[in-house]
């Protein structure tokens, strides 16, 4: 590309920056402006008039009314970013946290920044970088997945697109793409920080993992922002394909800021003999939704489900988790645990379904609060829907505050009344703990519980 043209392109951008609001024409003008091949356009589209049929989603205990998705802007021109060391400060702590690591992604805002992979993977065929490169350079190993299986534009048995999904298929921008080839282990964390810094701003990255049969990868994404005011509105999707006998770890710290509105969407469709495992670490934004599926479509498939949520403030969390089997000799366990002070908010609804015909299916489903302060509110449904005989499947949840038998017995021993209910909730927290597969992640989310407790 020539530097006037570079120009143009530059100026097509700022223009699309400033304005607010999303129509059939942004869709168009941001799928120009990336000079993407005609299928992505199509899809995009496609996206659209999903988007413009579907309702805005009523959760009963969510409230949207609110939320004016016209007053955001859809793109944000990307920053060039050569080196770490010119990333803010926050940044370079998150990219520090994780020193062994096989490659690093960054994306600033609409689009990737930055994308390194060691070159022990490179060389295997692994390959990590952003979603609007991979649309043009690998379209073969993209187009059978982007906006597939997982999110689907019109409903298949399983949880059917949600407006905001369609609004993530038309608009997306940037996102991140990691493809690992058959009979390729890596046997350190691929590591992605996410970051916005800008008020006003709608970021709807998509990020796709694809692993060939017979290889494996662990991904830990960390979402974080600048703060500040005036909201920004994060609308992120992940999708994840695990091949028969291949395995993915995704873990994911959520810790945006204050003035965020964090809508995500992380779906997984497992084969024969594959794990897709989720972690989910949510402290952050102000108002977040967070939708967590498995689609076990592959006979003797597996999920595992484990999150850890601590609110304090005005903060409002609604976490819907779905193990969904739809094939036999299939297995799942979730366990989630959640701390609320102050006046903060959870909502948790998590449901196994087993389709006809997926026998012999055990999938569990565990889930609880602890309530630190009068003002607080927890809702927690778990549910079940059978459609088979012979399967084993259980669900429950508790709501509970601390226990003022321990507090006194480890004040009785000289411990101030802070200390000592810090004590009781790092220990309800630790049996999560000990299935994080990270150190590096076990080890942040102590450290913000324990800052935390109040």
């Known amino acids: 590309m020539s530097v006037k043209e570079l120009d143009v392109v530059r100026a097509d951008a700022s223009a699309l920056a400033e304005q607010t609001g999303f129509d059939r024409a942004t869709v168009q003008e941001l799928s120009y402006l990336k000079d993407e091949p005609e299928w992505v356009r199509r899809r995009r589209l496609e996206a659209w008039e999903a988007y413009e049929a579907k309702p805005m989603p009523r959760w009963r205990r969510t409230n949207l009314r609110t939320l004016d998705l016209d007053a955001f802007a859809p793109f944000h021109p990307p920053a060039e970013i050569v080196d770490v060391s010119a990333l803010p400060a926050a940044l370079q702590d998150a990219v520090a946290r994780e020193s062994e690591r096989a490659g690093l992604f960054i994306h600033q805002n609409s689009a990737g920044a930055m994308a390194m992979l060691d070159e022990e993977w490179a060389d295997q065929g692994v390959i990590l970088t952003d979603l609007d490169t991979a ?170 489900i484990v999150g850890v949520f601590f609110l304090d403030g005005q903060q409002h969390h609604d976490i819907y988790t779905l193990m969904n089997h739809e094939a036999p000799f299939t297995s799942g366990d979730l366990l989630f645990k959640g701390a609320l002070q102050e006046r903060s908010r959870s909502v948790f609804e998590g449901l196994i379904k087993i389709h006809p015909g997926a026998q012999n299916v055990a999938s569990y489903l565990h889930e609880k609060t602890l309530v630190l302060s009068q003002d607080a509110r927890a809702d927690s449904i778990p549910s079940l829907e059978i459609e088979a005989n012979e399967v084993r499947a259980s669900h429950g949840a508790t709501i509970s505050k601390v226990d003022p038998e321990q507090l006194f017995y480890l004040m009785s021993h000289g411990l101030p009344e802070q200390e000592a209910r810090r004590l009781i909730v790092e220990g309800f927290f630790e049996p999560v703990m000990g299935r994080i597969p990270l150190d590096s992640v076990r080890e942040h989310l102590r450290a913000e519980i324990s800052s935390k407790v109040r």
Request: aromatic letters at 10%; charged letters at 15%; a negative charge.
């Open 135 to 304: 649309v043009r350079e690998y379209p073969d190993l993209v187009k059978p997945y982007l906006m597939g299986d997982a999110v689907s534009l019109v409903g298949s048995g399983h949880h059917d697109q949600t407006k905001f999904e369609a609004l993530n298929g038309a608009l997306w921008a940037g996102g991140m793409f990691l493809y690992v080839p058959e009979n390729v282990w890596i046997d350190k964390p691929i590591q992605g920080v996410f970051w916005a810094d800008v008020p006003g701003l709608a970021i709807l990255p998509h990020t796709l993992i694809v692993t060939e049969p017979n290889s494996g990868v662990t991904y830990l994404e960390e979402n974080l922002s600048a703060g500040g005011d005036g909201q920004i509105f994060v609308n992120a999707i992940t999708e994840v394909y695990t091949q028969p006998g291949s395995q993915v770890n995704f873990l994911n710290i959520q810790d945006w800021a204050d003035n965020v509105l964090s809508f995500s969407s992380r779906r997984a469709v497992t084969e024969q003999d594959s794990v897709a495992n989720w972690t989910v670490g949510a402290v952050g934004a102000g108002l977040a939704r967070e939708f967590v599926e498995t689609r076990l479509v592959g006979a003797g498939s597996s999920t595992d």
